[in-house]
């Protein structure tokens, strides 16, 4: 054989691995045939906007990102529950208040479930929820901002999973414990007890916030806790409210009926179906009218931003309401559901209520008109602790038979289909509701696990793309190291079969999202704050009045900010002991010109002030000497230009506070 | 030449004109806006310049303002002045970051100095007066979101600094 054949006949060989390995089904890897009609599909040309704005959370990474639909582009980081250098969210004196809570200062946790407003059952573009798992809290963001203004602690709680779920016109944002916790309604504390006696002694609570809606109130504290209602120490997954005829009622999946403590994915996958509970809120207000409730005390933080006075404060909660179900008759019911169930969606109509069963191959589907039935016929299986359990072949309307394997959450078109993930199979699936019919299915990489249709959870989704949130990336993109962005995938629905049109990086692991028509929104954006109405009390709004006072160890900075130098730039007489604000007023009043602040040696990032607003840098220097500080954010020509000094003498030095602009000290 | 032929050529400009003709009108209101007030500004230039006398900008008829200054409005175009932060580039009499300002209802039109307080990207970019300016100081005039109202007390303001010196 001569050299030449030889490489020939590797060549061959290494060409039959490859096939090989490209027959494998996943390898196909999706939209590459669709090719230049998908990529029309989703281009949006430079300069163009995209049509709709989606909402993504960041799991892991305490934030919300907001990206453009079509084109999977990304235009925002949101910081929600996690300090953020890069603008100085949870650092500066202004935005510490935001993550207090009964723990202390946190400075992350766990963003799952954003939720846009509604009225009556339409997504209207004013705000969007979001929860903290770890240390249970519930975030509102500002949509004309994009900025976190409200963040309310959830007492008697853990693992806040089923949350931030809303009712038809937002009266009420839920939160509820994904982990039964002992708690001790008395104290408002958790019990000291032994952990095998979880059946015993742990419990859940289901919460619901009531929402300020009016559209006067200037304050930006809109949430309170209306009432919680103890339920059984189940976990408690997830959650939808109900609209049209159902709205009045919440729907919440539990899993671990079985109580298990230990070795859950054994223990707690035992039973054919576990519940999910029906909670009558309307019910839980009259019974709060006719004081069918407990007043426990609690201690649970309040945080919210002043826009005006660019400043976050806390308010401290001392006591909750809470509602026994044994003594509040008509409260809540479960729905017996298979299996280990996880998402649950209302349909637009509020007739239908799916459940994914995410160990079962079928989607069970209840009927909300026959719940009705059911309750008022008493058809019960039997009660726990005080919740009747309803009679699963009395609510169910069918079961879609081997609909898919690991079904998990279903969003709507708003044309009489479902769009089911399922996490197992690695699939969407398009199915007639009503009729229990699978109608399409689409590929998707990989490991799904919750999808978005821009308001597919609302009375009125706007039908045209579904996103699939996938898990697992792998081989998507060009490797790089261990950890890999979780995929996205922009799914086109307006046609009977579904098209893959796009692979879009996300940053940490968005759980789910949501979405909203761009006209919603974009005319209606903050591009300044206003600088007349700042009242931050260290603001300055003229350069004629910036100012510094000591006051002690205690230096207070007035500062300003404009194209292209600080006002004052020039600082002496600060000693080495002091402890040093800088109060930095931005007063430029165009869009997209924010200004940064960072001194060197500061133990805390930069301050990205917007314009129109004040923010705070504190700043202790340890050893004597002249520092540096500049503008972080490139902001004109003469950028480079705009730095200053300030000089730190030995402690007790007699070096006189001093401080100007263009002239010598 | 053939029909077939003629369109050959005219395709091109067609397609030219299309794309111009469809170009982008929502997603940036303001730039449209300003490039229309632009093309009536170049249509009425002062004789023998390329100098819009009026600017480029919101004033584009004549003022026609009275001799006698208007107290009242001008003490509160000081308050504007210094609330929008004027008052970190300009003084009056002396060069701080942009021009001092005593004189500049001497050496402007009213008009002009309206459309640089409301318009001053556009003005750099496109107003020969003020491209001369911005040579000279360096440092391009920041847009304050200033409305017409609160730029005609601005201009009352610097037409009363003016008369105060004489």
């Known amino acids: 054989m001569s050299r030449r054949t030889l490489i020939l006949a590797g060549a061959i060989g290494v060409i039959g691995v490859g096939a090989l390995f490209m027959g494998c089904p996943p390898k196909e890897k999706g939209a590459a045939k669709a090719g230049a009609t998908a990529a029309e599909k989703v281009y949006v040309a430079p300069g163009e906007y995209d049509e709709f704005y989606a909402f993504l959370s960041g799991g892991f990474n305490g934030q919300l990102m907001v990206y453009g639909l079509p084109s999977g582009r990304l235009f925002r980081v949101i910081p929600v529950f996690s300090v953020f250098p890069r603008s100085g969210y949870g650092y500066t004196e202004e935005t510490k208040a935001m993550l207090m809570t009964s723990h202390g200062f946190i400075p992350w946790d766990d963003t799952h479930h954003p939720e846009l407003s509604q009225t009556n059952g339409e997504v209207d573009g004013r705000w969007i929820f979001i929860n903290a798992n770890n240390t249970p809290r519930v975030a509102r963001i500002d949509l004309a901002t994009m900025e976190t203004r409200e963040i309310l602690e959830i007492p008697n709680s853990a693992g806040n999973h089923p949350s931030t779920f809303i009712t038809m016109n937002t009266e009420y944002v839920t939160a509820a414990t994904r982990f039964s916790v002992p708690i001790d309604i008395q104290k408002g504390t958790f019990k000291d007890v032994p952990i095998k006696d979880y059946a015993k002694e742990f419990k859940g609570t289901i919460t619901f916030i009531k929402v300020n809606n009016d559209p006067n109130y200037e304050g930006e504290d809109r949430m309170e806790i209306a009432f919680q209602i103890l339920v059984p120490g189940y976990d408690y997954d997830l959650a939808h409210c109900g609209k049209g005829p159902s709205h009045g009622w919440c729907f919440f999946t539990s899993y671990n009926t079985e109580q298990a403590h230990t070795l859950l994915e054994k223990n707690a996958s035992q039973n054919d179906k576990d519940y999910i509970i029906a909670i009558n809120w309307k019910r839980a207000e009259q019974c709060i009218n006719e004081g069918k409730y407990h007043e426990f005390p609690a201690k649970y933080y309040h945080n919210y931003y002043d826009e005006k006075k660019h400043m976050a404060f806390s308010k401290v909660g001392d006591k909750v309401r809470v509602i026994f179900p044994s003594e509040c008759e008509g409260l809540a019911y479960f729905l017996p559901t298979p299996k280990s169930p996880h998402g649950v969606d209302v349909d637009p109509t509020g007739e239908y209520i799916i459940g994914g069963g995410k160990l079962s191959a079928d989607i069970p589907i209840h009927s909300f008109s026959k719940m009705i039935k059911a309750i008022e016929n008493k058809e019960f299986e039997k009660v726990v602790e005080g919740i009747p359990v309803l009679k699963f072949e009395s609510v169910n309307h069918c079961l879609v038979p081997k609909a898919c394997i690991g079904p998990l959450h279903t969003e709507f078109d708003g044309k009489g289909y479902a769009y089911t993930s399922c996490f197992i199979s690695s699939e969407i699936i398009k199915y007639d509701y009503e009729k229990c019919e699978v109608v399409d299915r689409i590929p998707v990489y990989y490991s799904i696990g919750h999808l978005l249709i821009p308001g597919g959870d609302s009375r009125k989704p706007w039908g045209k793309y579904v996103i699939a949130l996938n898990k697992i990336t792998k081989d998507r993109y060009l490797p790089v190291g261990p950890e890999l962005n979780h995929s996205a995938q922009l799914i086109d629905i307006t046609g009977e079969k579904m098209e893959m049109l796009l692979d879009f990086p996300t940053l940490g692991e968005p759980h789910y999202a949501q979405a909203l028509h761009a006209d919603l929104l974009k005319d209606r954006i903050v591009k300044i704050y206003n600088l007349e109405e700042n009242e931050h009390p260290y603001a300055v709004k003229s350069e004629n009045d910036v100012k510094i006072e000591r006051k002690g160890n205690v230096v207070h900075i007035y500062m300003t900010a404009i194209r292209s130098h600080f006002n004052p730039d020039n600082i002496e007489g600060i000693r080495v002991g002091d402890t040093v604000y800088f109060h930095v007023t931005n007063i430029e009043q165009d869009w997209d010109i924010p200004h940064g602040f960072a001194v060197m040696g500061a133990n805390e990032p930069n301050a990205l002030i917007m314009p129109g607003q004040t923010l705070t840098i504190r700043w202790v220097p340890k050893k004597p000497g002249v520092y540096p500080f500049y503008c972080t954010d490139f902001c004109s020509a003469l950028h480079q230009e705009m730095q200053g000094y300030i000089r730190v003498s030995p402690r007790g030095s007699n070096v006189p506070l001093k401080w100007g602009l263009d002239k010598a000290l | ?166």
């Not at chain 2, 982008?24 to 819009?52: H, I």
């Not at chain 2, 584009?60 to 308050?79: F, R, S, V």
């Not at chain 2, 008009?111 to 003020?130: F, H, S, T």
Request: hydrophobic share 35%.
């Open chain 2, 1 to 166: 030449m053939s029909i077939k032929r003629l369109s050959l050529y005219l395709l091109p400009v067609l397609l030219v004109v299309g794309c111009g003709g469809g170009g982008k009108a929502e997603g940036s209101g303001a730039t449209e806006q300003k490039a229309m007030q632009t093309a009536d500004a170049t249509q009425s230039p002062a004789e023998g310049e390329k100098v819009s006398k009026f600017g480029i900008g919101p004033v584009q008829e004549p003022l026609n303002l009275p001799e006698t200054i208007d107290e009242a409005l001008a003490k509160k175009g000081e308050e504007i002045f210094d609330k929008k932060g004027c008052t970190a580039c300009h003084e009056l009499d002396s060069r701080k970051v942009g021009p001092p300002l005593r004189d500049v209802v001497n050496q402007r039109p009213p008009e002009w100095i309206m459309n640089m307080i409301m318009n001053p990207e556009e003005m750099i970019l496109k107003d020969p007066v003020a491209q001369k300016l911005l040579e000279e100081y360096g440092v391009p005039m920041t847009n304050q979101n200033v409305s017409m109202e609160e730029a005609r007390a601005i201009l009352e303001y610097l037409r009363k600094a003016a008369k105060e010196k004489n």
